[in-house]
């Protein structure tokens, strides 16, 4: 008997509903429950095919704990090891690098010195910054919020120059980003699960935490959900995130992505409302037994994103994106169905523009 098992804190709907919509559907050997542990042994099994993880970024002895199944053959969701050495910041990067629209941002040092640290640990940083850069690169209205922070804690609207010194002052010993603000048109709440399926929601972010997923806006158009969906899927396969929400702000048709490291995304059912939740229960109960079919004991059966293997390969970033451009025709590339967005897609432009006897021939 397989078992699925699902970590978490303080929800209460989602876990429930979870392990019962698995045990409903019935599959052959494989079950689900909440995990128990009652000891941590070094390199031993902890008994789960897969663990879902809702929890370990609050707790780090569950970290510890999911890295240590993880190499005894569990799949865990999300892979514990990425997921401790991402962070927003470099969610940005990877974003630029791969062509999916992003606010201009930057990363700020901690206000206050780090514990067991001093001015001599900083040798290298410059004193002052290039203040005049950064502003002139990010401009006002500004964002600032932590580099690797979530659940919209520690974020600060930021309106002109003494209001950044004055929140600065607060911020103690986050490392913050100071992030454009984008002004908005529409704006979504994604889930992604398993990189494939996709789930997008109009939400309201301004709105009381409880309202934001009633906006009271008209449907977005089709090729701005398409444009979204696509961006969705590109970013989740390249940070190989198996349970992610991504969010989008619409600026004059473009999508930005805002946010799209939150591997431990909010599902309650008082938030995201009932058909939201009737959703994410049944897609993520239908790859949790996915996976649990696919794990094998004593191997790898955890999930690598396109950054990381590109990265093992030594090969360039985009290669992936070149190999599937070469066989797409005229329809997928510019329809974005081959998984390509707005910058993909000038680049192709380009390339018929340079040679207009081939781009004929198509």
Request: a neutral charge; glycine letters at 6%.
């Amino acid at each position: 008997m397989k078992k699925i098992g699902i970590l978490f804190g303080q929800e209460t709907s989602f876990p429930q509903a979870f392990v019962e919509r698995i045990n409903q559907k019935a599959e052959k050997n494989i079950m689900a429950e909440f995990v128990r542990i009652d000891k941590v042994m070094q390199a031993e099994p902890l008994d789960y095919a897969v663990i879902v993880d809702r929890i370990s970024q609050d707790v780090p002895f569950y970290r510890a704990t999911l890295k240590n199944a993880a190499i005894c053959g569990t799949a865990v969701i999300n892979n514990p090891f990425w997921w401790s050495a991402d962070e927003k910041f470099f969610n940005n990067a990877l974003a630029v690098k791969i062509g999916v629209p992003v606010p201009k941002t930057v990363i700020l040092p901690s206000k206050d010195l780090p514990n067991d640290t001093t001015s001599q640990s900083f040798r290298n940083l410059a004193y002052p910054l290039d203040w005049e850069g950064i502003f002139k690169y990010v401009g006002f209205p500004a964002y600032m919020k932590p580099f690797d922070g979530g659940g919209w804690k520690e974020v600060y609207r930021i309106d002109n120059l003494d209001d950044l010194w004055d929140k600065y002052n607060q911020t103690k010993q986050y490392v913050m980003m100071l992030q454009e603000e984008i002004i908005f048109d529409d704006y979504f709440r994604c889930y992604c699960i398993g990189g494939k399926h996709v789930r997008i929601m109009q939400y309201e972010p301004r709105n009381p935490h409880h309202l934001r997923y009633e906006h009271g806006k008209a449907p977005a158009e089709k090729k701005i959900l398409d444009l979204v969906k696509n961006y969705v899927i590109k970013l989740n396969q390249y940070l190989g995130y198996d349970f992610n929400t991504v969010e989008f702000a619409i600026r004059n048709g473009v999508p930005y992505a805002i946010d799209f490291c939150n591997p431990a995304p909010d599902a309650e059912v008082t938030s995201v409302g009932q058909e939201n939740f009737d959703w994410v229960v049944d897609v993520a109960a239908d790859y949790a037994i996915e996976r649990a079919k696919k794990q094998k004991d004593d191997h790898d059966n955890l999930t690598w994103g396109e950054y990381v293997k590109t990265s093992a390969a030594k090969t360039p970033l985009l290669e992936h994106e070149k190999k599937v451009e070469k066989k797409a025709d005229k329809k997928d590339a510019e329809t974005g169905t081959i998984g390509y967005g707005i910058a993909d897609d000038e680049i192709i432009k380009k390339k018929r523009a340079a040679s207009p006897k081939k781009a004929a021939k198509k």
